[in-house]
């Protein structure tokens, strides 16, 4: 289904239907995807940037490289937000949400009074390994949920 759907935008960005996308066509394709235009210096500097056989045109394998380089991205950019937001939590003496450290941070952000033992049982909820504390990953399961 993915492929398929690269596919679709691949051809959608190919307006001479020439199987290539060239600078012009990445910054019109770009342009109406985005709402914004994006300059010709931008777009050529784009297609160079996947270019990887040199001939100034993205064939869809480096059209795929160009779309999947910004998901990734969107996935960095998530990940250091996500571990900003893990960073308020856990605890000042681990990496680990404790429920002490949740009641803190709760408290903090002007949450009613919970005791430890409501943190706890929130904790408990998305704690995977049953060490009774939220590790990066189980916090990041519990804020994709």
Avoid: N, W
């Avoid at 691949?10 to 394709?29: I, M, Y």
């Avoid at 059209?63 to 990940?79: H, N, P, V």
């Avoid at 033992?117 to 909820?125: D, G, L, P, T, V």
Wanted: proline residues 1%.
């Amino acid at each position: 289904m993915l492929v398929m759907e690269a596919s679709s935008v691949f051809d959608a960005f190919d307006k001479d239907g020439d199987g290539k996308v060239s600078a012009s066509e990445l910054r019109c394709g770009l342009g109406s995807t985005l709402g914004e235009d994006v300059s010709e210096e931008d777009a050529a500097a784009l297609l160079a940037a996947v270019d990887a056989d040199g001939d100034g045109l993205l064939d869809q394998e480096e059209f795929s490289r160009l779309a999947g380089g910004a998901q990734e991205e969107d996935d960095l950019i998530k990940r250091k937000c996500l571990m900003e937001a893990f960073g308020m939590y856990a605890s000042s003496s681990s990496t680990m949400i404790t429920p002490a450290s949740l009641r803190r941070t709760l408290s903090r952000l002007g949450s009613h009074e919970l005791g430890v033992e409501e943190c706890r049982a929130m904790i408990c909820r998305f704690d995977l390994d049953g060490d009774g504390v939220l590790s990066f990953d189980e916090f990041r399961v519990m804020m994709m949920a």
